[in-house]
């Protein structure tokens, strides 16, 4: 499975901003999706994650009530709506898919997912 997320750019604060992370090779619809960030001297964390059916998102409290998961599995796509931005929110963001039934503990750790994607730089602008 290979991921390539787009989307990222520079936005000033309480801007949006929409991530896209298509995956190709093989089909990711039984697989967990999530995304993960990191800013520069910290360590990658959690951002928000959804199952394979798309009816359980998973949310870092840091981003509940401004950023949405959502997931096309025709498409192969997974996507993350990001409004209200602020500073905090400049990183670097990764999509990665795992194929685990995920819970909330699951979710926020790495070692449960096999593929990421490269990763694409949000920028917020205070």
């Known amino acids: 499975v290979q991921l390539q997320a787009s989307g990222g750019g520079l936005v000033q604060t309480g801007g949006s901003l929409r991530l896209s992370c298509a995956a190709s090779?093989?089909?990711?619809?039984?697989?967990?999706m999530g995304w993960f960030r990191q800013a520069p001297g910290k360590d990658r964390e959690f951002v928000a994650a959804?199952?394979?059916?798309?009816?359980?998102?998973y949310y870092a409290d840091s981003v509940k009530g401004r950023f949405t998961i959502s997931r096309d599995n025709a498409e192969n796509t997974v996507y993350l709506q990001m409004n209200n931005l602020k500073p905090e929110d400049t990183a670097v963001y990764y999509c990665?898919?795992?194929?685990?039934?995920?819970?909330?503990?699951?979710?926020?750790?790495?070692?449960?997912?096999?593929?990421w994607g490269l990763g694409t730089l949000v920028t917020v602008s205070s």
């Open positions: 990665a898919a795992g194929p685990f039934q995920p819970n909330a503990i699951m979710v926020l750790n790495t070692r449960w997912y096999d593929y």
């Open positions: 090779g093989e089909t990711v619809s039984n697989y967990a």
């Open positions: 959804i199952s394979w059916s798309g009816l359980l998102p």
